[in-house]
């Protein structure tokens, strides 16, 4: 019994289409009969009406209320309708903001430099105010005030549409935790869900603490219901911590794809487990292959080592290359372990250490005097670390915000290989038409320095799915000279070789937004242009004499058609080149699609 419908009564700043994105539940489209779709489930249910509610007071619909939520089973009793009534209100911006203290020796004026998030007159958003809360709850714990009760005392002026606040701190009632009951967990450990709160028994109470904890269960994806509810202990100064959860799959298989004008088609098998063994651990192997390429990686990740919000993990891999467009070809095998943590609420940092073995064999006659140079087999031996700044309103479907990240490597602990290698990306989101146009803008580039010199194992490519509108290897420094040009011993033949860059830079601009179509179709289009280059090399002494590594200006624009199955979107890109170099090769066409069963 798939939901064959979803509805929304009452929606006028946001569509059913926006809407249908927010909730959990999945409405069937013509693809459902091959991939299949969401069932009906009632306590779903209950958290799509939630979420709902959580989307618009992000956006300022401080009244929002969902009125009703209905399911009603088809003529053919073969799927559901559901339906939700809603009422949203007007939409608020912050006004005047102040803080008021009833706790004596607890100055409201030292709190007012926590006051960021929610100042500036912006658009109503209660994750701000919850973040405030945060904030002063624990400057207060820093204080030595543990029994403080911030609450938000909100002054709506609907004339003018503005919510004033009053973050009001009085003494809160000295109330502890006295146990945390856990239920239902017949596979995960208890220590996996004990880790989402971040009080233990004998704490004192928190209720915003309690209710983040009910999300951070909800999020890991172990559960298909979790509740966190309170009861009075054994006595009324203590509380109980009631947890019920229900298990659900954790594994799953995926089954992806993608196809090009010049690669022709790729396919990719993985299995992952989320939970192995109860433990909240992921493990996951992969196989992606194609008439030119194979990869196999296996990864293991340990989010939370020691209890603590610590990632520990690793990855095996070994992937091999013998692209049509190169005359020789790569093997790459390497161990990678890594370690995370945060170092700010939106900041988190993962070092890692690199052991690889990079190999160039089976060079042809007419492969390019600098790929020759570079033959063999090299260990690299390097130490790195990716920071992370993520400010998007939403991790799977952003339309607001930003993330940036940036990572630096330094090759040289030991192996054949010395480098220190750069590379970062900055993306940022916004919308239009009450989040029905999507609009993004990437900007992403990088640089590798060696005394010793590059490799095209180590040195950037650009093309394919990097910078669309150009093949995969398509774009920057080339060797090539024809039959008779050539220098000897190559004088017989024809060279045409990508060789890589050591630096690149590409500005990537993205536009979605609906067709007009049914919406059950599920399909939508977009705009997109890159624009940058590839370039730089430190051995230019190429088969006809110097290789041209300067930095040449590419462009290129397209469409794109999305086609939203339950699985995960479906993209088909046609770009067309409006600035090239003559030795470039174009790829107009590309698609790429990635499943989960």
């Given at each position: 019994?798939?939901?064959?419908?979803?509805?929304?009564?009452?929606?006028?700043?946001?569509?059913?289409?926006?809407?249908?994105?927010?909730?959990?539940?999945?409405?069937?489209?013509?693809?459902?009969?091959?991939?299949?779709?969401?069932?009906?489930?009632?306590?779903?249910?209950?958290?799509?009406?939630?979420?709902?509610?959580?989307?618009?007071?992000?956006?300022?619909?401080?009244?929002?209320?969902?009125?009703?939520?209905?399911?009603?089973?088809?003529?053919?009793?073969?799927?559901?309708?559901?339906?939700?009534?809603?009422?949203?209100?007007?939409?608020?911006?912050?006004?005047?903001?102040?803080?008021?203290?009833?706790?004596?020796?607890?100055?409201?004026?030292?709190?007012?430099?926590?006051?960021?998030?929610?100042?500036?007159?912006?658009?109503?958003?209660?994750?701000?105010?919850?973040?405030?809360?945060?904030?002063?709850?624990?400057?207060?714990?820093?204080?030595?005030?543990?029994?403080?009760?911030?609450?938000?005392?909100?002054?709506?002026?609907?004339?003018?549409?503005?919510?004033?606040?009053?973050?009001?701190?009085?003494?809160?009632?000295?109330?502890f935790v006295e146990r945390i009951d856990i239920?239902?967990?017949?596979?995960?450990?208890?220590?996996?869900?004990?880790?989402?709160?971040?009080?233990?028994?004998?704490?004192?109470?928190?209720?915003?603490?309690?209710?983040?904890?009910?999300?951070?269960?909800?999020?890991?994806?172990?559960?298909?219901?979790?509740?966190?509810?309170?009861?009075?202990?054994?006595?009324?100064?203590?509380?109980?911590?009631?947890?019920?959860?229900?298990?659900?799959?954790?594994?799953?298989?995926?089954?992806?794809?993608?196809?090009?004008?010049?690669?022709?088609?790729?396919?990719?098998?993985?299995?992952?487990?989320?939970?192995?063994?109860?433990?909240?651990?992921?493990?996951?192997?992969?196989?992606?292959?194609?008439?030119?390429?194979?990869?196999?990686?296996?990864?293991?990740?340990?989010?939370?080592?020691?209890?603590?919000?610590?990632?520990?993990?690793?990855?095996?891999?070994?992937?091999?290359?013998?692209?049509?467009?190169?005359?020789?070809?790569?093997?790459?095998?390497?161990?990678?372990?890594?370690?995370?943590?945060?170092?700010?609420?939106?900041?988190?940092?993962?070092?890692?250490?690199?052991?690889?073995?990079?190999?160039?064999?089976?060079?042809?006659?007419?492969?390019?005097?600098?790929?020759?140079?570079?033959?063999?087999?090299?260990?690299?031996?390097?130490?790195?670390?990716?920071y992370a700044y993520d400010r998007r309103n939403?991790?799977?479907?952003?339309?607001?915000?930003?993330?940036?990240?940036?990572?630096?490597?330094?090759?040289?602990?030991?192996?054949?290989?010395?480098?220190?290698?750069?590379?970062?990306?900055?993306?940022?989101?916004?919308?239009?038409?009450?989040?029905?146009?999507?609009?993004?803008?990437?900007?992403?580039?990088?640089?590798?320095?060696?005394?010793?010199?590059?490799?095209?194992?180590?040195?950037?490519?650009?093309?394919?799915?990097?910078?669309?509108?150009?093949?995969?290897?398509?774009?920057?420094?080339?060797?090539?000279?024809?039959?008779?040009?050539?220098?000897?011993?190559?004088?017989?033949?024809?060279?045409?070789?990508?060789?890589?860059?050591?630096?690149?830079?590409?500005?990537?601009?993205?536009?979605?937004?609906?067709?007009?179509?049914?919406?059950?179709?599920?399909?939508?289009?977009?705009?997109?242009?890159?624009?940058?280059?590839?370039?730089?090399?430190?051995?230019?002494?190429?088969?006809?004499?110097?290789?041209?590594?300067?930095?040449?200006?590419?462009?290129?624009?397209?469409?794109?058609?999305?086609?939203?199955?339950?699985?995960?979107?479906?993209?088909?890109?046609?770009?067309?080149?409006?600035?090239?170099?003559?030795?470039?090769?174009?790829?107009?066409?590309?698609?790429?699609?990635?499943?989960?069963?």
């Amino acid at each position: 019994t798939q939901v064959q419908r979803v509805s929304f009564t009452g929606n006028e700043a946001f569509s059913d289409r926006r809407l249908r994105r927010v909730i959990q539940t999945n409405q069937a489209n013509w693809l459902s009969f091959l991939f299949g779709g969401t069932n009906y489930d009632a306590d779903r249910l209950e958290l799509d009406r939630e979420l709902l509610r959580q989307f618009y007071l992000q956006r300022g619909y401080v009244d929002f209320r969902v009125l009703s939520s209905t399911a009603e089973l088809s003529r053919e009793r073969n799927g559901f309708f559901l339906s939700f009534t809603v009422s949203e209100g007007a939409q608020y911006r912050f006004g005047q903001i102040r803080v008021a203290s009833a706790i004596p020796g607890l100055d409201a004026t030292a709190f007012e430099p926590l006051l960021g998030p929610v100042l500036g007159n912006g658009v109503y958003n209660v994750k701000n105010v919850d973040t405030v809360i945060e904030r002063m709850t624990f400057q207060a714990g820093q204080q030595g005030y543990a029994f403080v009760d911030i609450r938000p005392i909100v002054d709506k002026d609907e004339a003018n549409r503005i919510v004033n606040i009053t973050f009001e701190m009085t003494p809160g009632e000295r109330v502890f935790v006295e146990r945390i009951d856990i239920t239902g967990n017949t596979r995960t450990l208890d220590r996996v869900i004990r880790r989402q709160f971040d009080i233990v028994e004998g704490d004192a109470f928190n209720a915003r603490e309690i209710r983040d904890a009910e999300d951070q269960i909800r999020g890991l994806g172990y559960f298909s219901t979790a509740t966190v509810s309170v009861r009075e202990g054994t006595t009324p100064d203590r509380a109980l911590v009631l947890v019920e959860v229900e298990e659900q799959s954790t594994g799953s298989l995926n089954l992806g794809g993608a196809y090009s004008t010049n690669e022709g088609l790729t396919a990719q098998i993985g299995i992952v487990e989320r939970n192995f063994l109860g433990r909240g651990q992921t493990v996951s192997a992969t196989i992606a292959a194609n008439k030119e390429f194979g990869n196999f990686e296996f990864g293991f990740v340990e989010p939370a080592l020691f209890d603590r919000d610590l990632l520990a993990g690793f990855s095996l891999y070994y992937r091999q290359r013998d692209f049509s467009e190169q005359t020789f070809q790569q093997s790459n095998a390497g161990f990678e372990p890594r370690i995370g943590y945060p170092l700010s609420e939106n900041g988190r940092i993962v070092w890692r250490y690199r052991l690889s073995q990079d190999d160039i064999y089976n060079l042809a006659d007419n492969t390019s005097r600098i790929i020759f140079a570079e033959e063999g087999s090299l260990i690299t031996s390097a130490i790195g670390a990716t920071y992370a700044y993520d400010r998007r309103n939403s991790v799977v479907d952003p339309t607001a915000g930003f993330i940036m990240t940036l990572n630096q490597e330094f090759a040289g602990l030991g192996g054949d290989v010395t480098h220190s290698k750069t590379r970062g990306t900055a993306r940022v989101y916004s919308s239009l038409f009450d989040e029905q146009v999507v609009l993004s803008a990437e900007l992403e580039g990088g640089a590798i320095f060696s005394d010793q010199g590059t490799r095209i194992t180590d040195r950037f490519n650009a093309g394919g799915d990097s910078f669309r509108g150009f093949a995969r290897n398509g774009l920057g420094p080339r060797d090539e000279c024809d039959v008779g040009q050539c220098l000897p011993p190559q004088q017989n033949l024809q060279v045409d070789e990508s060789l890589g860059g050591n630096y690149y830079g590409i500005l990537r601009l993205d536009a979605s937004f609906p067709l007009g179509l049914p919406e059950e179709y599920g399909i939508y289009g977009g705009v997109f242009g890159d624009v940058g280059s590839l370039w730089g090399l430190d051995d230019t002494d190429g088969s006809m004499g110097q290789v041209d590594a300067s930095m040449h200006l590419r462009s290129a624009v397209g469409v794109s058609l999305f086609v939203d199955t339950p699985f995960a979107p479906l993209r088909f890109n046609y770009a067309v080149p409006i600035k090239k170099v003559d030795t470039d090769v174009v790829e107009r066409f590309r698609f790429s699609i990635e499943s989960r069963f």
